[in-house]
């Protein structure tokens, strides 16, 4: 399969602590590929340094071939790589629906000179926005608390609507920041069915880091694990939990049930 994510030989160090160690991983086009290991294996920094919150200290980042490694977070987001957080952040003072229809860019209600010489053009693009916000949140479930404060909704319909914001715009790649955590179980089985109708209907790529393993059996395959900044090994999750190696560096040398 074709790679829409590249990393190539990259390092990041803070101080003297070398955290990621000439690390090298692909996530195939129309894949959803998991990323797992102990804690400080690095997965939060080569995370940070993919959606654009890092700088790599040498070696290149690519997204769909396009050496991306120089540019900003908010460039990334322009060219289609999206991210969600492991901790919501949402508007907390703006309804859920608000909440997506402040992604898409580029939007004229923004231009001063619009919102006054061309109020029918301001009106007509945010009457399109409202029409496209209201199918994803109906998408994702959340049409019943459309307009509730974001600020009041539960963790698990945080990040649904988190995860709703990602369809309010052209996205190439979405990085899912352990997107399992705080969310009950119910919820849970939401969000997994929502992204594997993303990945299945639409064509999503996802990377994935979580710690919850049922959710990487579920929907991961392939599934990276990093150790000490690099690579460890590549797999199916059974592959994973079988290999004498993940099970000492990642469940410490216990089941890997």
């Known amino acids: ?92 003072h703006m309804s859920a629906l608000e909440n997506l229809m402040m992604v898409p860019p580029g939007q004229p209600g923004e231009n001063l000179f619009a919102t006054w010489f061309k109020p029918g053009v301001v009106r007509a693009h945010e009457a399109r926005v409202k029409r496209r916000a209201l199918d994803v949140i109906d998408f994702v479930g959340l049409y019943h608390v459309r307009n509730e ?44 069915g929502n992204i594997e109708r993303l990945n299945r209907e639409m064509g999503y790529t996802f990377l994935v880091i979580e710690h919850d393993m049922e959710m990487i059996a579920r929907l991961c395959d392939p599934v990276i694990v990093l150790a000490q900044g690099s690579v460890m090994m590549e797999g199916s999750i059974e592959d994973v939990q079988s290999n004498p190696e993940v099970i000492e560096a990642y469940f410490g040398g216990g089941s890997a049930a």
Do not use: Y
Request: aromatic fraction near 4%.
């Open 1 to 92: 399969m074709t790679p829409l994510i590249e990393v190539e030989n990259v390092n990041k160090a803070f101080g003297g602590l070398k955290v990621i160690n000439d690390c090298s991983i692909q996530v195939a086009k129309g894949s959803v590929t998991g990323m797992i290991g102990p804690n400080g294996a690095g997965k939060s920094t080569l995370f940070n340094l993919i959606a654009g919150a890092l700088t790599p200290d040498s070696g290149q980042i690519r997204l769909a071939g396009e050496d991306i490694s120089a540019l900003s977070a908010d460039q990334r987001f322009h060219k289609g790589l999206l991210r969600t957080f492991q901790i919501a952040h949402e508007f907390s």
């Open 149 to 192: 404060l974001a600020g009041n909704l539960s963790g698990g319909q945080k990040k649904l609507l988190e995860l709703g914001r990602t369809m309010m715009t052209d996205a190439k790649v979405v990085l899912l920041d352990e997107i399992a955590a705080g969310v009950n179980r119910t919820l849970l089985g939401d969000l997994i």
